[in-house]
């Protein structure tokens, strides 16, 4: 009976000596000794239980079983060259970068193409650090960011952390607000108000959590949970209805029926990190890894405003004396 489990190497030193009937020259092409090409054909031989070839000392020539090998074995190699394709040229790696506008992931994803054109890099929006960690445990995402002390531990556990930026929080006012005047906000002159940061969303738990340490002693109130509004005509239609302020970071895409003002005294800061599944390799998260530190070392992403606020997460993203 033919042994399944032969080995390609063998097949390989065979179908070279059936192409080229001359163990030298077939030995020259696979670029190994002649001697070890002639141990492999025996071995082949004894694995199958056939005599493939019929050696003279003028010529080498096919047994009738080595030409009913030949075809096979060539579909054989042509299917293992198939399989080592798959994993030789890198996948596409899937990057949310949770919204659909300029943002501080986006940047990163932009210099990480620049870095490394010939990967695939391909954005995915999530809205939430929290759903996107469970997407990365499921293996369906390869990288997020977000606010990675506000996730579960049992979410955290599995994942990769990179710091990337403190970035200022902002307030989305709307038209027509007593605060939209001003240039900027100060944190305490939303006293009174109620602020959305998405209370009720599961997929952006992490984002909440950051408010309600924020928000606490300050008299702002969390609104409550409400439907998310998908799309900027139904966040128009939601902000002229409930007229609340939202939390947002200063990048924020701009919205309809509204202004964005930076949030002052203090500067609340929400620390973004780059996640990952523990573990992972892939040519474009070393790109995104090597754009997200020479960004922020360029830009002072990582520099902490005198007047800084930062959540009591486990970890900083750098630690830096007197940090808020």
């Not at 010939?118 to 759903?131: K, Q």
Request: net charge neutral; with cysteine; proline share 9%.
């Amino acid at each position: 009976m033919i042994a399944r489990d032969v080995e390609p190497r063998l097949l390989r030193g065979f179908v070279a000596v059936a192409e080229e009937l001359h163990f030298t020259r077939a030995a020259a092409r696979l670029y190994i000794a002649q001697q070890a090409l002639s141990r492999d054909v025996r071995r082949l031989e004894r694995t199958l239980g056939a005599i493939l070839f019929v050696r003279t000392t003028r010529a080498v020539e096919l047994t009738p079983d080595g030409e009913r090998l030949l075809a096979p074995a060539r579909r054989v190699l042509a299917a293992h060259e198939e399989l080592a394709a798959v994993f030789t040229a890198p996948r596409a790696l899937l990057v949310d970068l949770n919204t659909d506008g300029p943002c501080t992931p986006r940047t990163v994803l932009e210099r990480a193409r620049e870095l490394a054109p010939d990967c695939e890099l391909m954005a995915r929006f999530e809205s939430g650090l929290t759903h996107a960690a469970g997407e990365i445990a499921a293996g369906r995402l390869d990288v997020a960011f977000g606010y990675a002390d506000g996730l579960d531990p049992a979410l955290r556990a599995g994942l990769a952390v990179m710091p990337v930026r403190y970035e200022p929080l902002a307030v989305l006012l709307p038209e027509g607000h007593p605060l939209a005047g001003l240039e900027s906000v100060p944190l305490d002159a939303l006293a009174g108000e109620t602020v959305y940061a998405g209370a009720g969303n599961p997929r952006t738990a992490e984002w909440t959590r950051l408010a309600h340490e924020l928000f606490a002693g300050r008299g702002i109130a969390l609104a409550p949970p409400a439907p998310v509004a998908m799309g900027k005509e139904e966040f128009r239609r939601v902000m002229a209805k409930t007229r609340n302020p939202v939390l947002v970071t200063v990048d924020f895409l701009d919205m309809p029926a509204s202004v964005k003002r930076p949030l002052t005294d203090p500067v609340p800061l929400s620390p973004l990190s780059m996640v990952w599944r523990e573990g992972l390799t892939h040519p474009g998260l070393d790109a995104l890894r090597a754009a997200a530190a020479g960004l922020a070392a360029d830009r002072d992403w990582l520099e902490l405003p005198p007047d800084g606020w930062l959540p009591k997460g486990p970890i900083r993203l750098t630690p830096r004396p007197g940090g808020g």
